[in-house]
């Protein structure tokens, strides 16, 4: 990002403003809001930890031997976290089966289903408990870089400008395209064929940098490919769950906190952010129909639990019924006892990423072109390895790069695409 110009003499990474907080809402409960501190021995950082996680309403000795679980990962050598720790469930490391149920909801489940869509119950203890141990890394850094988001709509500060900045370099973008076939001999790529935009067409070229989902690579995997990159033969192995959101456009600003809020106890696993109070040079009056003066911004983690008003999941759900469980999932969160924060009067619009088509079909493995966080079950034998850079790419990169950008997070601005 710091190599992406921006205005006179900047850059792109100027434009991440920093986050102080992170926001636990739960559904009839009180809010948790975390800060950043420092502790500097290991007691200290288990001092803190348990002080972090006590206000969740788990038994106390099951925080304590939470925190024990954790400290363990993060004071195990990467051979152990490898050899043993990859075997072995977050679920089962955690003892969860045997825990409460806020246990089970707060600390197996929690913020990793719904910060990175994982389920603990699948998910390796490698994996998991060193997601999460960042997760606290970050929240007691001495330099409180916590949490970093935009100044702005992403391709106003980030995606536009190093577009701009990658033509002014010679790359041709083929928006639209699809990677079809990855042509090879032996163990060289040959040629690459898209489909899309201007129709077919073969992209020949010096090197080749394959920026694909995996779930996308895997069946463009020939056996020649495999057979070269051996690491890379596992890729239909490799689990991968879905991950989108949508934006709500409000007519008065509701910061909720300045950082990202996670819904508990929502079934889809939300999370949330409220963008205004990041993007400080924003004019919102200038976007849409001048209207709209909040965008609160969520992703939904969880696309096969039911939901609270339909009882479906979001996999089987229409556009409306998504925005209107969303609504409701949030509400549960942020409206309790007399305190209401959100008020469906007060939405102005609201946009579901595109990329979702209907009906949502639910067999296939990642039907949608909806993003995806790729989970990797417990075998690290099966996951890519760097190494297969060096087996099979080392002689093929660069020339025209077919790039395509999907959404993220802060993508659409408030009336436009
Ligand atoms: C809802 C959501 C919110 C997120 N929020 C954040 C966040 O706030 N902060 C953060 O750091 N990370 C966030 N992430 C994670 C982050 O977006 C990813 O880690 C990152 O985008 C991965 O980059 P990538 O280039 O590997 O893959 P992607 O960004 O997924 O890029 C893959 C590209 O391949 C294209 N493509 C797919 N099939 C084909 C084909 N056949 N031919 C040609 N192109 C194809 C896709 O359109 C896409 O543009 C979020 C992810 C999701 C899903």
Known sequence: ????????????????????????????????????????????????????????????????????????????CEERRLREYQKIPWWDFIQAPQMSKAYQAYLGQGPTRSLVAMRAEESSTRTVGVTQLQLFYDLIRPDRLFDRLLSGPTNDVWIDLWVEHLRGLGVDFHFGARVTKIGTTGSRVTTVSINGGAGEASITADY?????????????????LKRAAPSLANLDYLKTRWMNGIQFFLKDDVPLANGHVIYLDSPWALTSVSQRQFWANVDLSQYGDGGVRGILSVDVSDWEAPGIILGKP????????????????????????????????????????????????????????????????????????????????????????????????????????
């Open 208 to 224: 080749y940098i394959a920026a694909l989902p995996g779930e996308v690579m895997a069946p463009l995997m020939n056996d020649e």
């Open 1 to 76: 990002m710091k190599r992406i110009p921006f205005g006179a003499g900047g850059n792109a990474f100027e434009n991440l403003t920093v986050a102080t907080r992170i926001l636990l809402a739960r559904a009839g409960q009180s809010e948790i809001i975390w800060l950043a501190r420092t502790p500097t021995t290991l007691e200290d950082f288990r001092v803190f930890l348990i002080e972090l996680l006590t206000p969740l309403g788990v038994p106390k000795d099951e925080v304590i031997f939470f925190v024990g679980r954790l400290l363990a990962v993060a004071t195990s």
């Open 314 to 417: 979001a996999q089987e759900c229409g556009a409306d019924q998504i925005k209107d469980e969303v609504w409701a999932q949030l509400k549960q969160h942020l409206n309790t006892g007399e305190w209401r924060q959100i008020d469906y009067a007060n939405l102005q619009s609201w946009f579901l990423d595109p990329d979702i088509t209907f009906p949502i079909q639910v067999r296939l493995p990642m039907p949608n072109p909806c993003s995806s966080i790729l989970q990797v079950r417990c075998n690290t034998d099966r996951r890519p390895r760097w190494s297969w850079k060096i087996s099979l790419w080392h002689r093929i990169m660069c020339g025209p790069i077919p790039i395509s950008l999907a959404w993220r997070r802060q993508t659409k601005r408030p009336g436009g695409r």
